[in-house]
């Protein structure tokens, strides 16, 4: 008979007295409308980790505003890296979101080589309410499943597990049969974890789906706010990370990402021109450092 755990009482990093993880960040830079590193370093920090960042792009802004600018940084990724392995830095965990091009995978697969034991996690970064982002190419759409087979977790959205997968986009309002469905083909392309976020079925509630080989599917609930903003799915992540890497469980994280970022919008609606800005979480980030209480 297979034992099957519970996300309750799974742990994927332990940690250790004093000790300071080290966590590389494979994500753009965006000089405003916060997502990406502009969310994952502050976050992550909070928790007591050493973030090392890894600019897969810079943008003046986010792809939301009709007019940004965007810089692919791919050429530099390879002797940016080859100096990271002449100083020895050794990381914790390997946190990947948006790219800039289909190369950027393999730098990141680079990254696994030669650092075999660090967690993997991966945001793949597409897209959501069924489209794609504009700087997403069918070939970086493609190369992107790459970074399926292996990952510790993997957090995609009903959008991007469809582009994934190749299963239909039904739109957020879907049963869990259909995300069983989905989770089972991300598993079946080798993720070991896959947290699907975003379901919605009009009730005041915002789901997240949590499963994983030998871990049980759970349903992650809360409140369901009357508006949308960019840069949520990078503050979820962030958030999930953070709290695996304070030693919490699974299912604790996914609660804990979900609570947090939920916090951070009510922050938010109160800021002037909130709905581009991104998520206020800053006066949140207590929220994260206490994680690092016992």
């Known amino acids: 008979m297979t034992c099957v755990a519970n996300p309750n ?103 696994y080589r030669e650092h075999p034991g660090a967690l993997r996690v991966v945001d793949p970064v597409m897209g959501d309410g069924g489209k794609i982002y504009p700087t997403y190419t069918p070939e970086l759409c493609e190369a992107m499943k790459g970074l399926v087979e292996g990952a510790d977790i993997l957090t995609p959205n009903l959008t991007e597990a469809a582009i994934l997968t190749g299963i239909d986009y039904r739109g957020q309002d879907v049963d869990e049969a259909f995300v069983e469905e989905n989770v089972e083909a991300l598993l079946a392309m080798g993720a070991k974890t896959v947290v699907v976020k975003g379901v919605d079925h009009g009730d005041g509630q915002i789901r997240n789906y949590v499963a994983g080989s030998g871990i049980e599917a759970l349903e992650v609930s809360g409140e369901k706010l009357p508006f949308m903003l960019h840069g949520t799915g990078d503050l979820f992540c962030s958030s999930l990370l953070a709290a695996v890497m304070c030693g919490r469980s699974l299912g604790n994280a996914v609660d804990f990402a979900g609570r947090f970022v939920h916090d951070a919008m009510v922050v938010t609606q109160d800021q002037p021109e909130h709905a581009m800005r991104g998520v206020s979480f800053e006066s949140k980030l207590g929220e994260v450092a206490r994680l690092l209480e016992a």
């Not at 993880?21 to 992550?44: E, M, N, Q, W």
């Open 9 to 111: 009482d799974v742990y994927l990093y332990e940690r250790e007295g004093a000790y300071i993880p080290r966590v590389g960040a494979v994500h753009d830079l965006c000089g405003y409308g916060k997502c990406s590193l502009g969310v994952a370093i502050p976050v992550l920090s909070a928790a007591g980790c050493d973030v090392c960042p890894v600019p897969t792009s810079l943008f003046s802004a986010h792809t939301l505003y009709p007019e940004f600018y965007m810089l692919d940084t791919t050429d530099m990724l390879s002797p940016y890296l080859d100096a990271w392995q002449k100083e020895g830095v050794e990381l914790d965990a390997v946190y990947s979101g948006f790219l800039g091009a289909p190369e950027q995978v393999a730098s990141i697969q680079r990254l």
